[in-house]
């Protein structure tokens, strides 16, 4: 893979070192990674209600209902990946990252609000696709390497999609206005992450002055 393969639009771009340091506990990652997948469906079910107005278009329901499902189905191969590999999933998970992003869902009229539940969804599923990337070039387990290369492709249909979405329920010039907004804020939320072996992690050491990530 190379960067002409998708040009990301994120504010800052996450090193290869990253990708190497979360590496080294594979089964920390992967149990971050299963829960991950597991909120991930069961936000894109919860917003299959979400939609307010006279009618609900059909296609609304049939995307929501198509991610939930690709969400379940990425769960359900990293638990296998999980107990083939003699591991358990922690009971009890935080994402301080996507708490964050939810923190920039503006409560107001609930057309407003749906765009920005979706637009958080998409960075949500950016950020993921630019680390799948990293993931899949850096591992040296080739089980590991397929998985996150398959991974990358999916989250970037999934942005692609939430982002399309959010068009649905406003005009796409308000889009268009508010997107460059929650990329900025989403740099400074990335940013902001503790290191460890988490998808959503941020090296504290990272020199963030002159990489983009795909040197």
Request: charged letters at 25%.
């Amino acid at each position: 893979m190379n960067s002409a393969d998708f040009d990301f639009p994120l504010r800052i771009l996450t090193p290869r070192s990253w990708a190497t340091s979360v590496l080294a506990e594979p089964m920390a990652l992967l149990n971050d990674h299963f829960h991950l997948e597991k909120k991930a469906a069961t936000s894109a079910l919860d917003m299959m209600g979400r939609w307010q107005g006279e009618i609900v278009p059909i296609r609304w329901f049939n995307l929501m209902s198509t991610i939930a499902k690709d969400e379940t189905d990425h769960m359900k191969l990293i638990a296998k990946l999980i107990a083939k590999r003699i591991g358990t999933c922690s009971k009890n998970h935080a994402n301080p990252y996507a708490s964050a992003l939810r923190g920039l869902v503006r409560k107001g009229t609930s057309q407003q609000e749906l765009m920005d539940r979706l637009l958080v969804s998409a960075l949500i599923e950016l950020r993921s696709c630019e680390r799948f990337r990293l993931l899949a070039d850096a591992s040296q387990d080739e089980e590991l390497r397929k998985l996150y290369l398959g991974l990358w492709a999916s989250e970037r249909g999934h942005y692609l999609q939430f982002f399309d979405a959010a068009t649905w329920v406003m005009p796409s010039s308000v889009v268009d206005s508010r997107w460059p907004v929650m990329l900025d804020e989403e740099a400074v939320i990335i940013q902001a992450q503790s290191s460890g072996p988490r998808i959503h992690s941020w090296n504290l050491e990272i020199d963030t002055r002159n990489h983009t990530g795909f040197e």
